[in-house]
């Protein structure tokens, strides 16, 4: 039986609030940053919600639109996303997994070329990717799930879900009756409760064994 890990992108292997973060600085000072990134966690899956087909730029111009950034910098976001860095444990854990025979793919709520920009920096090879604006649907909604599985005929008994985001990924994931891991980087209080959860990618490739040897 093959075995497979899935992965969110941002926030789990890329530093998406450092990224975002810094372009709300940017854009309306030091100050608000902090305010604003809370905010747009808010707007983003209302607008995600509201037109599934939107590519993912559009989501983020259209955030930021409501945030009051100017027109000519709404698509600041889509612009610096390509230069977002991964988190630094990041490729190491996944080439380890990969060395141990783990298959490796990412479910994402992006777009193809940010997508591939972003694994790019990462610099590890994964064997299949699932992005929104290709299937015209977001997380948490359960169709990057079964994309996957139609995808790559995985075995449900050799899959393992990992992700950052509670809303997006685990909850879902775990309603689906699949296995997770999550990375809380944040600090925050599971609900619902994962299967394994890590501060980082850092031990990942055991947390995997320990669910298929």
Not at 1 to 25: K, P, S, V
Not at 71 to 98: H, Y
Not at 187 to 204: I, Y
Request: with cysteine.
């Amino acid at each position: 039986m093959q075995r497979w890990a899935t992965f969110d992108c941002y926030g789990t292997l890329i530093d998406w609030n450092g990224g975002i973060g810094r372009e709300l600085e940017r854009l309306f000072g030091p100050a608000r940053g902090g305010e604003l990134l809370h905010t747009y966690h808010e707007l983003e899956p209302q607008i995600q919600r509201e037109e599934p087909g939107r590519s993912y730029r559009e989501v983020m111009a259209v955030a930021l639109s409501r945030l009051g950034a100017p027109a000519g910098e709404q698509d600041a976001l889509g612009r610096s996303l390509p230069e977002w860095e991964p988190f630094p444990e990041v490729p190491a854990a996944l080439e380890e997994a990969r060395a141990r025979g783990w298959r490796l793919a990412v479910l994402s709520n992006t777009d193809p070329d940010l997508l591939d920009a972003s694994l790019a920096r990462i610099g590890v090879d994964f064997d299949l990717t699932v992005v929104a604006s290709e299937i015209g649907s977001y997380k948490p909604a359960p169709t990057h799930w079964e994309e996957f599985f139609a995808r790559s005929g995985a075995d449900r008994g050799g899959h393992v879900h990992v992700a950052a985001s509670l809303f997006h990924d685990i909850a879902p994931a775990s309603a689906l009756g699949l296995r997770t891991i999550w990375i809380n980087r944040l600090g925050e209080e599971a609900e619902p409760q994962p299967d394994v959860e890590l501060r980082s990618l850092t031990g990942l490739a055991e947390s995997l064994d320990s669910f298929v040897a």
